[in-house]
């Protein structure tokens, strides 16, 4: 009889068990939802007040490694205390202040990306977490899942520019952000004044113009601009390279790029001073055979001439051969 009854029990009981377990189910996914919108009521609040919001280990654990999440956060690991001397963590962190506010100011704007830093003074524990011994870093932590490779913001190969930073959000999070930078006074400036100076000069010799039409100006002019685009320039405005880069390690300092896909701000001042002593060579080669001076001040431009291009050219091809390691045009 007491097996009879207790087999009429069973289905009452899996009953009580399925009732019990939904009704856990259901206050675990309500709780999961209400932590969830504090989480991000947090985050919008802090983002108005900051676009990029200030973390130390207490928040990342919470708001960044802890479930539930439906959000992004792009964080920069940095070190901005004078007593690290980072000056690119510096120039990054202002790059990254251009990217959060076009995105924080935007009409697009959403709860579904934010931006945020940590500064290794203010969450050492957060670079162990992460096993992490440089700065400035770039991570994607994406709103399902753990960060992937392609999470981790190339830095010495795009440069951290605004706006290959923003690309790089647009591939991780398929959020477009159009990069407003605030408006910058200094260029127009710059040439107004040079217009100033040279519409100046034209009319305190207005009534004597040859030197418009002096060979060796627009020669030196064009010299000049072709040394400036040749060295790099133009790579460096596109890309927003580091000005160096410092080992935080041995705090050895490196002026040239290790790839020939990436290079340093410093290593286009060299290859421009370099390029400019080699045609500096070439000229005094040219003058020592072209011009009919004393034949002992020939003799020394051609020396001087001769010395400027072997010198030079050799560190050129020092350089080449350390970016591409080795020589591959056989």
């Not at 001076?293 to 030079?312: E, N, P, Q, S, Y």
Request: proline fraction near 4%; hydrophobic fraction near 45%; charge should be positive.
């Amino acid at each position: 009889i007491n097996t009879y009854h207790c087999l009429l029990c069973l289905p009452y009981i899996y009953i009580c068990i399925c009732i019990c377990v939904c009704v856990y189910i259901y206050i675990y996914k309500q709780s999961c939802h209400t932590l969830l919108s504090e989480k991000v009521i947090q985050m919008m609040e802090w983002a108005s007040k900051r676009s990029v919001i200030r973390m130390n280990g207490d928040k990342f654990r919470r708001f960044v490694k802890a479930p539930p999440r439906n959000y992004s956060v792009v964080i920069m690991f940095t070190a901005l205390q004078p007593q690290r001397q980072c000056g690119v963590c510096r120039q990054a962190d202002e790059e990254f202040q251009v990217l959060a506010n076009s995105w924080r100011y935007s009409s697009a704007f959403t709860n579904k990306v934010f931006f945020a830093s940590v500064d290794f003074d203010e969450g050492s524990d957060v670079f162990q977490m992460l096993n992490m011994n440089s700065a400035p870093t770039f991570l994607h932590f994406p709103s399902k899942g753990k960060p992937r490779r392609s999470d981790t913001y190339e830095l010495q190969v795009r440069g951290f520019a605004a706006e290959q930073l923003a690309r790089w959000v647009a591939d991780r999070t398929d959020v477009q952000i159009r990069v407003i930078r605030p408006p910058n006074y200094a260029g127009p400036l710059l040439l107004g004044f040079l217009l100033a100076v040279i519409g100046g000069l034209a009319y305190l010799r207005r009534h004597n113009l040859e030197f418009l039409f002096n060979k060796n100006v627009w020669a030196f002019s064009a010299l000049c601009f072709v040394l400036i685009m040749t060295s790099g320039q133009m790579w460096n405005h596109i890309r927003g390279p580091p000005y160096a880069h410092k080992n935080p390690s041995t705090g050895q300092v490196s002026y040239i790029h290790g790839s020939s896909q990436a290079q340093f701000v410093a290593e286009t001042h060299i290859v421009l001073l370099f390029n400019a002593a080699v045609t500096m060579g070439i000229v005094l080669l040219c003058e020592a055979a072209t011009t009919d001076i004393d034949i002992g001040k020939r003799k020394i431009m051609c020396v001087a001439g001769m010395g400027l291009v072997m010198l030079f050219f050799s560190w050129l091809l020092s350089i080449f051969r350390a970016k591409y390691h080795g020589y591959p045009y056989r």
